[in-house]
């Protein structure tokens, strides 16, 4: 492990600071050796490490209490009944959510926006209808759309951005209309580390009647989620972004919408009555979980929000705004390296590109130093096109990196320099 | 070292002064070669006349692994039979999968490519070219 530094303990405003070296010790993997060096691992976006809490509440499923939920009147059906209803207001609790009934569990926020595509704007739209949606979405908020306006001839509008990777808030108001059914927005962009003003964005659609989905499976490791401060009707989100397990996420959304929602997917678990002359739906969220749901994965989510919880979103918020304002820093006096996306308000992610120097060399090379990064679109092409980038590499932090892993980085990255460049 | 043998001074050499970069007039082949996820971006073009191929450009961007295969195929390609391809890319294929197959002699320096093979996520790379020349040959400009 590298060595901590003074600043991975220096004090912040008035929150108790991280023990940054504690808290590493209940990530297992972080103790091992990638090709004989120490991991450092700075792929944070694309998915994190999970901590012991997450890594035995899982365990501890299968060991002990094992069974189908919501179908057996033996006990340990009844624990597992009562372990996966917990991470439902587990999940309420942390977003704020006023009901557990708006809570959906899907496998990820990819599923989620297309719960609400299908099942919520799919029945509403018509031709020359249009969705609106911003130039930094992730894919997972693009592409379902398209498949949507393909189906009614409704029109995708995308709302633009400036040159340091921010939403035009101006712009995206003149694009608003009657004809606007809903507008998709990434609260945090996970290739430009761009935080949106998402409850800018709800005010100004809340004018026109118009609802708001927010994929926020960047936003939830590191910012404080207030679903209803935000003023959104649907979030959207994924466990492994925020220290539980890949495979589950969920869907929050305004118990009057959901309710108004047919069912998308049909099976067991989303009905109350079958019979071959007709079937009677089950009460929401259960009518949108046909089938038996991800229970271990639920669990660990569960897990992952008490340990956030406990360790404090904003704690680890104000760790990770300490890394990134020195990576930056440092990373600006690399000679070179351009960082795209440079918004006045950036989560823990900077993409960049090294003149000379083709992310994917700069990966390989790079991992050679222990260092996990990600290189390539991130998959936010349209944002690359913007930047006319065909490819960025890209360092995202968590709670449990450290200082000086970013010196292990830059020396990385000038290694990379001299082969190459 | 797998990392000094991938960026050996041949492959180097070729990334940053790639052979046959640039665009071919009188073109009667090609195709674009794309690997979004690594943001690899080539066009190939190629010029077929009596069975052979008389010249072989390639141009875009790309990685130092899918710059230098562009760049020693390209070479390679020039002056060959059209019957040749098939196969050159199916020994090209099985040399990356198996370390203990002996070089190709007559692949001349495209062997140093092999240095790939240790890096699995990189083969696709080291592959785009030779997939974007079957590709142009298989329709017309």
Sequence with gaps: MSPATPMDVVRSGTRDPLDVLRLREQFPVLARQVHGKPLVYFDNAATVQRPLAVIEAMDGFYRRYNANVHRGVHQLSVEASEAFEQSREDLRRFLNASSEREIVFTRGTTEAINLVANSYLGPRLKPGDEILITHMEHHANIVPWQMLCERTGAVLKVAPINRRGELMLDAMAELISERTKLIGVVHVSNALGTVNPVAEVCALAGKHGVPVLVDGAQATPHEKVDVQALGCDFYCLSAHKMYGPTGIGALWAREALLEDMPPWQGGGEMIRWVSFEGTTYNDIPHRFEAGTPNISGAIGLGAAIRWLEQTGVERIKDHEQRLLDLATEKMSQVEGLTIIGQAADKGPVISFILEGVHPNDLGTIIDHHGVALRTGHHCAMPAMQFFDVPATARVSFAAYNLHSEIDVFLNGLEQARQMLA | ?141
Excluded at chain 2, 35 to 57: H, N, T
């Design chain 2, 1 to 141: 070292m797998a990392l000094a043998r991938l960026y050996q001074q041949v492959i180097l050499d070729h990334n940053r002064s790639p052979r046959h970069f640039g665009r071919l007039a009188d073109v009667t082949h090609s195709a674009r070669g794309l690997d979004g996820l690594c943001g690899d971006d080539i066009l190939v073009e190629l010029q077929v006349a009596d069975g052979r191929i008389k010249a072989a450009m390639f141009s875009g961007t790309a990685c130092a692994v899918t710059t230098a295969s562009a760049s020693m195929l390209m070479d390679w390609l020039e002056g060959r039979g059209l019957g040749e391809i098939e196969a050159a890319v199916a020994r090209f294929e099985s040399l990356l999968a198996d370390p203990e197959l002996p070089d190709a002699p007559d692949l001349g320096a495209i062997n140093h490519l092999r240095a790939v093979a240790a890096f699995p996520a990189r083969v696709r790379n080291a592959l785009l070219p030779w997939q974007t020349v079957v590709r142009a040959l298989s329709g017309s400009a």
